[in-house]
């Protein structure tokens, strides 16, 4: 794996006009924050060697290269998913290049449906802890140290210190910010009205089906993790009805104007990284 992360990374440096310092990751309809960057570059993955390719309606397949609120960021403009048939280690190929391309911190949103009562559609769910229940792992298997060691802690899987960053951001700029615990699950299909039952039961505010793999890679290579839900369903007694991906992709957009608010003024800041 580390000649593949190496190959990669070497074929994006070619590319790329400076080292970036924070990497996005965009999640399904969430493609509005690439306006407020100023581009310098545009990589499709195609043309990656060892990327995998989004298959999914909403993600377009590039990295984006350019300044946000001054300061030199990655922007993954679509991501991988367990469901497409890749392996998870291909899933999280990408967040290990990022990583070595020089990010020093990661931000990822996505697109989640909302099991507490108290959220609403449209809004941002701030993860402050997750619950794993995919069927794989991206560490299993044999381990190098080189990319991190074998057992990884998960105590904080999302850093303190951008959570508290974050919930001062929202509140500066009034957006209703909820915090919780995302469960991730495999998909592609939705999940039952019992299943989203027994996701509340066990403590879960949202679920989807992406960003846990990511997290635990990161951490693995003690990258500092944000991560953001828009809540683009309700899958709670009372409020649940059939979802197309017309409708998952309406409320992303609603609620697109206060993520890119949220993750602009959060990357100003980052004081600590240099424009």
Do not use: W
């Amino acid at each position: 794996m580390l000649q593949q992360i190496q190959e990669a990374s070497d074929y994006i440096k070619g590319k790329a006009p400076f080292t970036p310092r924070i990497g996005i990751i965009l999640g399904t309809g969430l493609g509005q924050l690439v306006q407020k960057v100023e581009i310098e570059a545009a990589v499709s993955y195609e043309e990656i060697p060892h990327f995998p390719v989004s298959t999914v309606e909403g993600h377009s397949g590039k990295l984006i290269f350019g300044r946000l609120s001054g300061k030199p960021v990655v922007i993954m403009q679509g991501r991988f998913h367990y469901y497409e048939g890749y392996t998870m280690r291909q899933v999280t190929f990408p967040v290990r290049v990022l990583k070595q391309l020089g990010i020093l911190k990661l931000f990822i949103s996505n697109a989640a449906g909302a099991l507490n009562p108290d959220h609403r559609l449209s809004e941002l769910m701030l993860i402050n802890d997750h619950i794993d229940l995919f069927p794989d792992n991206p560490l299993r298997g044999l381990n190098d140290e080189k990319l991190g060691p074998r057992f990884p802690d998960m105590f904080e899987s999302y850093d303190s210190k951008l959570l508290k960053q974050a919930i001062y951001v929202a509140d500066t700029l009034k957006i209703k910010l909820h915090q919780g615990v995302y469960a991730g699950v495999s998909g592609p299909n939705l999940e039952t009205p019992a299943e989203y039952r027994y996701l509340r039961t066990i403590g879960a505010d949202a679920v989807g089906m992406s960003t846990i793999p990511e997290v635990i890679v990161a951490r693995h290579m003690k990258l500092p993790v944000l991560a953001v839900s828009v809540l683009t369903d309700l899958c709670m007694p009372g409020h649940l009805e059939p979802v197309s991906i017309e409708k998952v992709l309406a409320a992303a957009a609603a609620a697109e104007p206060n993520l890119t608010q949220l993750f602009t003024e959060l990357v100003a800041q980052q004081t600590d990284i240099e424009a």
